[in-house]
Each structure stands twice: as C-alpha cells, then as structure tokens.
C-alpha cells in the first residue's frame, strides 16, 4: 500500500506555471504506476498524467499534451506535475493516484472506459490549484 501527500498547488494567472508535486511513503512506491488527476467543482475526476515504475513511459490527456509534464524520482519517493501555460479552464484540485498495475494496463482502462479514475487504486486528497483570466 502507498501512501500520499500532495502539494504546491495555488493560485496563478492565466498563461502562467505551478510544479506539483506528490510525496509518498512505502518501500514499493518505485514498482508503482503513478498518475495525476484533476476534479473541479461540480464535475467529474478526470485523467491528467500517467508514468510507468520506471519514468521511461508517459501518457496525457489531449487537453494538457504539450502544456503539462509528469516526473517521478524514485530515490525521492516522489512525483511531479510540472504545468505551463495554465489556463482558467485548469482550474481544479489535482490529486495523486497510483496503482501497482503495469503501465499498460493502466493505459488500457482510461482510454477504453468512461472511467478513467479505475484504473487507479490509492488516492491522496489533492491540491487546489486556481487559473485565473
């Protein structure tokens, strides 16, 4: 089981840059799929960013491609979510997942299903973050 602590959200202006960033306990974090996810008020939990054990693979969203990035440092125990180019519409709280599922996996349930948020078994609380225009 993992364990996680999510922080670094806030408050920016439209076409500006936050770095999250995601602590976890558990002497298997390495051996996990981590990801981030996003839920704004009203709406439903939303796939942002998955990266397998190793870093080596990386998977986005269409609507953060090019705009956000997803790190891990395993000596660390920690992952990242560096965003740039924000936008109103990224406002949410962000919130860290993982899984001891293989990446692929993984990528198998969120882009098949309608709920992406399956392919997912340990969750942290989130932190806020707020784009404004």
């Known amino acids: 089981q993992v364990h996680m602590v999510e922080s670094g959200g806030g408050l920016v202006q439209a076409g500006g840059s936050l770095r999250l960033s995601c602590a976890a306990s558990?002497?298997?974090?390495?051996?996990?799929?981590m990801g981030w996810f996003r839920q704004a008020p009203g709406k439903e939990r939303e796939f942002v960013a998955l990266?397998?054990?190793?870093?080596?693979?990386?998977y986005y969203a269409d609507s953060v491609k090019g705009r956000f990035t997803i790190s891990r440092d395993n000596a660390k125990n920690t992952v990242y979510l560096q965003m740039n180019s924000l936008k109103p519409e990224d406002t949410a709280v962000y919130i860290c997942?993982?899984?001891?599922?293989?990446?692929?996996?993984?990528?198998?349930?969120?882009?098949?299903?309608?709920?992406?948020?399956?392919?997912?078994?340990?969750w942290g609380k989130g932190t806020p973050v707020t784009v404004s225009s």
């Open positions: 558990g002497r298997t974090f390495s051996t996990y799929t």
């Open positions: 997942a993982a899984t001891a599922a293989p990446f692929e996996n993984s990528i198998l349930v969120i882009t098949t299903t309608s709920a992406a948020y399956n392919a997912m078994n340990y």
């Open positions: 990266i397998s054990w190793s870093g080596g693979n990386t």
